[in-house]
């Protein structure tokens, strides 16, 4: 899986899912979305069914943790390294 691939796909999904328009290109890769307050809790429940959807992964308790899933360089390496075993 191309890593790039993923951080395009899912900061594609951030964009549309939670800025709404907003100038997306102050958005950094590995900008904390908690700290930013891009997406709250509610909205990592969508990022997680969103990923588990779209790579065919499954997200356990244990991974959903800021270091996987807080910012669009986090995610990407998470997928990578879930996807590639």
Do not use: W
């Not at 499954?58 to 990407?76: G, K, T, Y």
């Amino acid at each position: 899986m191309d890593k790039e691939t993923v951080r395009q796909d899912i900061r594609g999904f951030i964009e549309e899912t939670f800025l709404f328009g907003e100038d997306t290109d102050k958005l950094n890769d590995s900008d904390s979305f908690m700290q930013n307050g891009i997406v709250d809790s509610t909205g990592i429940l969508e990022v997680t069914s969103y990923v588990e959807e779209k790579y065919d992964i499954s997200i356990e308790n244990d991974e959903m943790v800021p270091a996987n899933l807080d910012s669009i360089e986090n995610l990407s390496n998470f997928i990578s390294r879930k996807a590639n075993g």
